[in-house]
Nanobody, 115 residues
Framework: QVQLVESGGGLVQPGGSLRLSCAASSSISSSLSMRWYRQAPGNQRELVAAITSGGSTNVADSVKGRFTISRDNAKNTVYLQMNSLKPEDTAVYYC?????????WGQGTQVTVSS
């Protein structure tokens, strides 16, 4: 029954920035991890970034140094700050909440990086 709603996607130029938000319907503090995935047409769904309940973060090599994941437990919201965007970052970005034996997915938000 955990509902995740992404927002903040849109069209940006290469080199630009975008901040994605994932609002959860209930507490995310009990999750093992909150994650951002992305999937472009014809591509595999890719893990972009993750943040654990303890606050540890990790990002994919492809976005390291450009993307940052964070969370606000009081607001039940996870963020993905994306800087220095490249055309290859174009994809649908999905929020994911990982619990012990179940996970939940958001509907996704489109990010398009193009001039």
């Amino acid at each position: 029954q955990v509902q995740l709603v992404e927002s903040g996607g849109g069209l940006v130029q290469p080199g630009g920035s975008l901040r994605l938000s994932c609002a959860a319907s209930s507490s995310i503090s009990s999750s093992l991890s909150m994650r951002w995935y992305r999937q472009a047409p014809g591509n595999q769904r890719e893990l972009v970034a993750a943040i654990t309940s303890g606050g540890s973060t990790n990002v994919a090599d492809s976005v390291k140094g450009r993307f940052t994941i964070s969370r606000d437990n009081a607001k039940n919201t996870v963020y993905l700050q994306m800087n220095s965007l490249k055309p290859e970052d174009t994809a649908v970005y999905y929020c994911n909440a990982q619990f012990d034996f179940v996970q939940f997915w958001g509907q996704g938000t489109q990010v398009t990086v193009s001039s």
